[in-house]
């Protein structure tokens, strides 16, 4: 699948083995929508790196849809944290700042074979769960 079949407003980068997926409003409104969507933008985008890249990335659909899921919903946590600080001007406090950081890592997907990225196996372990994180996340995945 080409880059231009991504939902609308994704903002994705390839690079060499890997790819960078920015977690934002409009890969957010995608993954809610029904059908478990986590998977088919994990095809899409190893569709669109194979087409663009000429190789193909060297990761299951379920890794990438399984930690697609995980660092969404932990940034859309993280991003809560962060507000509720600011709401409540504890901006110094070590509890702010911690998810302030935790909301930086989770702002940009990185998602690489396991020669580029040193947490691939983790995804890699975690997939055989994909299903389980549907089933918790119900239309949300």
């Not at 919903?73 to 702010?96: M, S």
């Amino acid at each position: 699948m080409e880059r231009s079949k991504l939902p609308e407003g994704t903002e994705l980068f390839y690079t060499e083995k890997a790819v960078h997926l920015t977690t934002n409003d409009a890969m957010m409104r995608y993954l809610r929508q029904k059908g478990n969507g986590s998977l088919p933008l994990s095809r899409a985008i190893l569709d669109g790196y194979a087409a663009e890249c000429g190789v193909p990335l060297h990761i299951t659909e379920r890794s990438m849809a399984t930690e697609l899921l995980i660092h969404a919903y932990l940034d859309g946590i993280f991003e809560r944290w962060v507000r509720a600080g600011e709401a409540h001007g504890h901006q110094d406090g070590k509890f702010y700042k911690t998810a302030k950081r935790l909301k930086n890592a989770t702002a940009v997907i990185d998602m690489g074979e396991r020669s580029v990225d040193t947490n691939r196996w983790v995804f890699d372990l975690l997939a055989p769960g994909y299903g389980i994180l549907c089933v918790l996340l119900g239309s949300r995945a």
